[in-house]
Each structure stands twice: as structure tokens, then as C-alpha cells.
């Protein structure tokens, strides 16, 4: 068994999750990656084993089978930014598909992993600055994102033996962004704002996240359950 123990990781195709992942096996951890689609280049790592699940099946969440061990630790960073309009034009559907990814999926894995790994455990939520301001075109982004965080307030108050945090990146060189910049000005009137910190280098780089994500993990001295990735100093 890995002397780091196991990670689990959902939303490992690309970016942070993708991120976390290549940390984690560079510093000898055993990771299991959770989503719809394997990334590229960790297949053939002897520590490595992806496990297929479409996390908007509820069923198919009930079904994950978590690979832990003595110590193990649960990164839900699947997510999705979901419609970018004002909230008159947001669909039902829409909203529901981003609450189901957002808080119903890593509320179920949270819960089932609590329950039914054994020994010492660490959950994590990848958390967003929009969980706490408000951002017009974005209603159904942050009204997920604070109910995560809530949501993770509440269980570290039940669960006051394991460290649950919720981790915000700040503005992440993801596909994630991509996909806001692409997105027009009359749904998402700060769009511009998003182009310009691209074009600034204004971004945080993923491995950074990354980076810094392990180095809490591994911390006896934890932060508090919500915290900003940009506070975390390493110390060598």
C-alpha cells in the first residue's frame, strides 16, 4: 500500500482534477480518477485505475465502488458551470442538470464514502468565489456552489474527526474558462472582464491548485472548512 495513502478524484479528465491526479501519483500516491472519460497519459501508471461514471446518473453514483485503504481521501471536483444567461431565460432542465453535478452528486459520494470506507478519511470540494458573490448570468453556478459549501459547513459539524474543506482556486486556466470567455455579453455581462485576466496571464495554473491542495492535505494544521487555494504558503 502507498505510505500516502489513496485519493479519489472525480472530474479527472482535464484541468484541476486532471491536476490533482498527476500530483498525487508524482508523490506516490494511489489515485482512483472518477468521470466520463479517462485523461490522457496516466494509463500506464501502476498507481493509477480510472473508474467510468457519469455522476448525473444518480444510480450509477449509488453503484461507484471507492478503492481506499487505511487512509483516503475524496476530492469532488466534477462540476459544471452550467447555463450562462439571465435567470428569466434559464430553463428547468438546465437547472437541474447544474445542481445534480454540482451538490446532489458530491452530496451522495460524500455521504456513502463517510459511511462506508474504513479508517482515516479527508474530504474535499472544489468550491468557487461565486459561491459567496453574486455574478448576474451565473444564478444557477452560484446558487450550487453556496449550497456545497454549505453543504460541507455542515457536515465537518457532524463529523468533527475528519478534515472536510471546501478548497476555492480562483480563476483557473481551465476548459472551464474557455468556455466563459466564449460566452456572450448579453447572458454574461462581465465576460469581458474574464477576457481581459486571460490575455493579463492574470490565471492560476492548474499544477499550482494542484500543488497546493496536497500540501493541505498532508498539513496536521488545517484551515478552516472554506478556504482561498491563493492563502496556502508552502513551506519546504
Excluded at 162 to 172: D, L, M, Q, S, T
Excluded at 173 to 194: C, G, L, W, Y
Aim: charged share 15%; aromatic share 8%; hydrophobic share 40%.
Amino acid at each position: 500500500m502507498s505510505a500516502h495513502g489513496h485519493i479519489i478524484i472525480t472530474g479527472v479528465s482535464s484541468g484541476i482534477g486532471l491536476a490533482i491526479a498527476r500530483a498525487a501519483l508524482a508523490k506516490g500516491y494511489v489515485v482512483q480518477g472518477v468521470g466520463r472519460r479517462p485523461p490522457e497519459g496516466l494509463e500506464d501508471h501502476t498507481n493509477w485505475t480510472f473508474t467510468p461514471c457519469d455522476l448525473t446518473d444518480l444510480p450509477a453514483v449509488d453503484k461507484l465502488v471507492f478503492h481506499g485503504g487505511a487512509n483516503t481521501i475524496l476530492v469532488n471536483n466534477a462540476g459544471t458551470l452550467g447555463p450562462v444567461a439571465q435567470s428569466e431565460n434559464v430553463t428547468a432542465e438546465e437547472i437541474s442538470a447544474c445542481m445534480l453535478l454540482n451538490v446532489t452528486a458530491p452530496m451522495r459520494l460524500t455521504a456513502r464514502f463517510l459511511k462506508e470506507v474504513p479508517g482515516e478519511k479527508q474530504v474535499y470540494f472544489t468550491g468557487s468565489g461565486a459561491a459567496q458573490h453574486t455574478i448576474s448570468g451565473w444564478s444557477a453556478y452560484c446558487a450550487s456552489k453556496a449550497a456545497i459549501h454549505m453543504y460541507a459547513e455542515v457536515v465537518a459539524l457532524e463529523y468533527p474527526d475528519v478534515a472536510i474543506h471546501v478548497f476555492k482556486p480562483g480563476k483557473v486556466d481551465t476548459p472551464m474558462q474557455a468556455q466563459i470567455r466564449n460566452t456572450k455579453s448579453e447572458d454574461f455581462p462581465s465576460v469581458p472582464h474574464f477576457i481581459e485576466e486571460y490575455e493579463s496571464g492574470n490565471l492560476v495554473d492548474s499544477n499550482t491548485v494542484a500543488e497546493r491542495l496536497l500540501y493541505v492535505i498532508e498539513a496536521q494544521d488545517k484551515p478552516s472548512v472554506v478556504f482561498p487555494i491563493s492563502q496556502i504558503k508552502l513551506i519546504s
